[in-house]
Nanobody, 120 residues
């Protein structure tokens, strides 16, 4: 299995940037499909961005397209989410997750989350 720890969250003004990093330990990082989720207060958790284990496929939610970029570094066992032009509606707890199989079957491992707060 793999353990995931997010970092890089914080408080930023609207229009600012943050870079979230998810650091993995345990089993070989490169075999997992990876995703970034977020959950705002009183809202359902949603998938924000994802990247396949072989870097062939990436997904970015429409509402963050052009502002957020997902990437990973297998050598460093890290998954990154670069967030630019942040908006107050991006405020949420952000989680990274790993899927051993197709993400359509669900994600198997989750980090503890990191808070992102965007002030207007």
């Amino acid at each position: 299995q793999v353990q995931l720890v997010e970092s890089g969250g914080g408080l930023v003004q609207a229009g600012g940037s943050l870079r979230l990093t998810c650091t993995a330990s345990g089993r070989a990082f490169g075999i997992y499909n990876l995703g970034w989720f977020r959950q705002a207060p009183e809202k359902a958790r949603e998938l924000v961005a994802a990247i396949s284990w072989n870097d062939v496929t990436t997904f970015v939610k429409d509402s963050v397209k052009g502002r957020f970029t997902v990437s990973k570094d297998n050598a460093k066992n890290t998954l990154n989410l670069q967030m630019n032009s942040l908006k107050p509606e991006d405020t949420a707890v952000y989680y990274c997750a790993a899927a051993a199989n197709s993400p359509s079957r669900g994600y198997d491992y989750w980090g503890q989350g990191t808070q992102v707060t965007v002030s207007s």
